[in-house]
C-alpha cells in the first residue's frame, strides 16, 4: 500500500457526503491526515468514526459552515495547530439550491447558492493559503461542475451553473497568482455522479415536470451504466493533490464518463 500523503495535512470541505467524504477516506488511506469541514452531523462523524477506526487513519471532524468567514477562519485556523500545517485543500462543499426558471427564482434563493458555493470556495482558499505558503506549496482542488462548462446548461440551474462556472474563473485566477509559491490550483467537473446532492435541491413546481423525469436517463454517460461512483472522483483528486500532477495547474478536468460530449 503506496503511503503517498504520509506526512501531509488535507482540509476537506463538505467532507460529511459523497464526494467529499469518498476523497477524504481516499486520502487517509493514503496517509494524510484529514481535517473534515462540514455541518456537524451524524454523517460528518461517521467519515471520522471509518477514516479513525476502520482505516486506521488520522482525521477529525470540524464543525464548519464554509460560508462563515469567521468559523472559516477559525477553523483553518484550529486544524492548521492540531495537525501542524497544511498541504492539500480540497474546496468541495456546495449545494444546488434553487432549482427555477430565473423569473420565478427568489433573490434569496439565489444569494444562498451563491453564498455557499462560490463565497465558500473563496474564504477556504483565502485562509488557507497562508498554511500552505509556510509549507513551501501546496495543492488546492475545488469541485466545480460540467455545468460550469462551456457548451453544458440545464433548465433552473442559472444559480448553481454561475457559481460553477465562476469557481472556473477563480480556478485560474489564484493558479496565475499562487504558481510563484509552488501552489497549484486546479478544477475538477463532475458530471452525474451518485451523492446526496439532489437532497439539496430546491425544484419549483415548472420545473419538476422537466427534471425528475430526465434524471440519470439511460445512456447518459456512455462509459458507464448508471452515474459515476464519488470514488471515481476521489481518484482524481488524489492525483491532483498529488506530486505525480506536479506540473498541472489552473486545468478544468471534466470526469463524465462523456456525459457532456452527447
Ligand atoms: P453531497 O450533498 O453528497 O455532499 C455535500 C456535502 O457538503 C454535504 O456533506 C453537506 O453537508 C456539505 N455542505 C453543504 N453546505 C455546506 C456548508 N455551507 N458548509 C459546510 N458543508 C456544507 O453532494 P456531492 O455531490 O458530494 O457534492 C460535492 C460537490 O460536488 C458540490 O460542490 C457539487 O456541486 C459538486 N458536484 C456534484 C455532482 C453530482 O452529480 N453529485 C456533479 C458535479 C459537481
Not at 495535512?9 to 493514503?30: M, N, Q
Not at 454523517?43 to 464543525?63: L, P, V
Not at 489564484?174 to 435541491?201: F, H, M, Q, W
Amino acid at each position: 500500500n503506496r503511503q503517498r500523503f504520509q506526512g501531509k495535512t488535507a482540509i476537506v470541505t463538505g467532507a460529511g457526503s459523497g464526494i467529499g467524504k469518498a476523497t477524504a477516506i481516499r486520502l487517509a488511506k493514503e496517509g494524510a491526515k484529514v481535517a473534515l469541514f462540514d455541518l456537524m452531523n451524524d454523517r460528518t462523524r461517521s467519515t471520522e468514526h471509518q477514516i479513525n477506526n476502520i482505516y486506521r487513519g488520522i482525521s477529525r471532524a470540524f464543525d464548519v459552515d464554509v460560508s462563515d468567514p469567521e468559523r472559516m477562519e477559525k477553523a483553518v485556523h484550529d486544524a492548521a495547530k492540531v495537525f501542524g500545517g497544511i498541504d492539500i485543500v480540497f474546496a468541495n462543499a456546495g449545494i444546488n439550491g434553487s432549482l427555477a426558471p430565473v423569473d420565478e427564482m427568489s433573490f434569496e434563493d439565489w444569494e444562498k447558492t451563491l453564498r455557499i458555493n462560490l463565497n465558500g470556495t473563496f474564504l477556504t482558499v483565502k485562509y488557507t493559503v497562508p498554511y500552505l505558503k509556510k509549507q513551501g506549496g501546496g495543492s488546492i482542488i475545488i469541485t466545480s461542475s460540467i455545468n460550469g462548462n462551456d457548451r453544458f446548461a440545464g433548465f433552473g440551474m442559472s444559480a448553481y451553473s454561475t457559481t460553477k462556472a465562476g469557481q472556473v474563473a477563480f480556478t485560474k485566477m489564484t493558479a496565475l497568482e499562487l504558481a510563484k509559491y509552488k501552489i497549484r490550483v486546479n478544477a475538477i467537473c463532475p458530471g452525474a455522479i451518485a451523492t446526496n446532492i439532489d437532497s439539496t435541491s430546491e425544484i419549483s413546481e415548472e420545473l419538476e415536470e422537466i427534471i425528475i423525469p430526465v434524471e440519470y436517463p439511460e445512456g447518459a454517460q456512455p462509459l458507464a451504466d448508471g452515474p459515476g461512483q464519488p470514488e471515481n472522483v476521489a481518484d482524481l483528486v488524489a492525483f491532483l493533490a498529488s506530486d505525480e500532477s506536479i506540473h498541472v495547474t489552473g486545468a478544468r478536468i471534466v470526469i463524465d464518463g462523456a456525459e457532456s460530449l452527447l
